[in-house]
DNA sequence: GTATAGTTGACTGTTTTAGTCGGTTTAATA
DNA sequence: TATTAAACCGACTAAAACAGTCAACTATAC
């Protein structure tokens, strides 16, 4: 099991996706640029939310993505899954033979934490982080932050200028 | 946030060592042979364990580890630790400034989900896990297993003889 | 037709995993 | 006292995953 930047940035960049959706598509350009995450590296990710049918793209000028389900509908694990190739604890893959064939001494603690984690993740749907206060907030920020650079972006020209 | 088999590893040795205590230490030879993990490897695992002072170790002859504590006294989430540093599912170390400088979109869902875990596997200490049905069984079988595999070993320098 | 934005595949440096190997102490015992 | 069983220690390795880059291609709105 790992849970590591890239299923953080999944998540984070489908929580955008929801928080600016009903403006039609929202490129990874914008989302690049919001979330601070490498647009190369979110075309990877994307491909395969793609993959797994949690987001629909749209091709070309003013195009970009949108999910393909109702917020509700769509829960953190899913999103970690899609990236990540599931959130197994078990060294078995819940099969029950890492150890020569045989069940190992910690198989079931493995398989318990694995089924505490996946419950955790797939009870919180991305509706639900939207109305956190913490998100509200981060988001509002971050909205105040893109025109802040834009106007550093003007300094920063005229200083070079 | 990452569990391989290091962890795993880790909690398997030492619920292996409080299996088997109370007839002097155990060796790190038995337990490679009764788990099925490289010697070496758990050299390394070890020196870590008694940085942590989870186990003490005897030298020489007849050697080898002991746990530092009652076995209810040690939980799992220790003993990962001990190893892996942290079980943490932020990418910012709890500090909140994955965002250059800033709290990201999806910091207290991390949180959140590391106290989950944390709480978990702190909860679970090596005497409740010996009193599984499910561990009393491997450790029986692997009882067994032991002689069978000597018996195999007899077959097999047979067979090839 | 041009600019925008998704799509794809190959490539890269770095870190971690899961070990291996060779040697050194330490201590029980024959 | 010599042998030997064990912990200890450091360096090394192959393979995988992570995090990201780059270049080329396709679809489409204007
Ligand atoms: S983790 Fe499932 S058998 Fe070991
Ligand atoms: S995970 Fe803590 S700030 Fe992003």
Same mark, same amino acid.
């Given at each position: 099991?790992?849970?590591?930047?890239?299923?953080? @940035?999944?998540?984070?960049?489908? +929580?955008?996706?929801?928080?600016?959706?009903?403006?039609? *598509?929202?490129?990874?350009?914008?989302?690049?640029? &919001?979330?601070?995450?490498?647009?190369? @590296?979110?075309?990877?990710?994307?491909?395969?939310?793609?993959?797994?049918? +949690? !987001? /629909?793209? !749209?091709?070309? *000028?003013?195009?970009? @993505?949108?999910? %393909? /389900?109702?917020?509700? #509908?769509? #829960?953190? $694990?899913? !999103?970690?899954?899609?990236?990540?190739?599931?959130?197994?604890?078990?060294?078995?893959? =819940?099969?029950?033979?890492?150890?020569?064939?045989?069940?190992?001494?910690?198989? =079931?603690?493995?398989?318990? +934490?694995?089924?505490?984690?996946? $419950?955790?993740?797939?009870?919180?749907?991305? $509706?639900?982080?939207?109305? &956190? %206060?913490?998100? /509200?907030?981060? $988001?509002? /920020?971050?909205? &105040?932050?893109?025109?802040?650079?834009?106007?550093?972006?003007?300094?920063?020209?005229?200083?070079?200028?």
């Amino acid at each position: 099991m790992r849970l590591t930047t890239k299923g953080r @940035y999944a998540v984070t960049a489908m +929580l955008d996706l929801a928080i600016h959706a009903g403006k039609g *598509p929202v490129s990874l350009a914008d989302i690049s640029e &919001r979330q601070g995450i490498s647009l190369s @590296y979110l075309e990877q990710l994307f491909a395969k939310l793609r993959r797994n049918e +949690l !987001v /629909r793209s !749209v091709r070309g *000028p003013g195009g970009g @993505y949108q999910l %393909n /389900r109702e917020q509700q #509908d769509i #829960d953190v $694990a899913q !999103v970690i899954d899609a990236v990540n190739e599931s959130v197994d604890a078990t060294g078995c893959g =819940h099969t029950g033979n890492c150890q020569d064939g045989n069940v190992c001494l910690t198989h =079931h603690l493995w398989c318990d +934490l694995s089924s505490q984690i996946h $419950a955790f993740l797939s009870q919180i749907s991305l $509706a639900d982080l939207m109305e &956190r %206060n913490d998100v /509200r907030s981060v $988001a509002e /920020r971050q909205g &105040r932050g893109h025109i802040a650079s834009f106007e550093d972006s003007l300094i920063s020209a005229k200083v070079t200028a």
